[in-house]
């Protein structure tokens, strides 16, 4: 399993960014895939969440109605489409998938992290 994410960056606030978390080594159309964030010196948080197929995307409080999560399974990629960014979006964000779907060795898989700075 190997997840990359792509397309951070220094944005002005109420500039928008497109994030790219690329996927291999699994069936990717059959797994939700969700995108968090690690500001310095905070936990991790979960934004958005999008599943394999059918049901609803989920999205943190603090994003909703300005980031949108979508999927391209002929391309095993995840997108977060941020727009009105803010300072306080600043952070290292994350794609992760739990994989297998069950059993003792499902385990959550991270890529390596995309650094988004909203700042003037």
């Known amino acids: 399993v190997h997840l990359v994410e792509s397309g951070g960056g220094l944005v002005q606030p109420g500039g928008s960014l497109r994030l790219s978390c690329a996927a291999s080594?699994?069936?990717?159309?059959?797994?939700?895939i969700s995108w968090h964030r690690q500001a310095p010196g905070k936990e991790r948080e979960l934004v958005a969440v999008i599943p394999s197929a059918g049901g609803s995307t989920y999205y943190a409080d603090s994003v909703k109605g300005r980031f949108t999560i979508s999927r391209d399974n002929a391309k095993n990629t995840v997108y977060l489409q941020m727009n009105s960014l803010k300072p306080e979006d600043t952070a290292v964000y994350y794609c992760?998938?739990?994989?297998?779907?069950?059993?003792?060795?499902?385990?959550?898989?991270w890529g390596q992290g995309t650094q988004v700075t909203v700042s003037s």
């Open positions: 080594g699994f069936t990717f159309s059959r797994y939700s």
């Open positions: 992760n998938v739990r994989y297998p779907s069950y059993g003792a060795s499902r385990r959550d898989y």
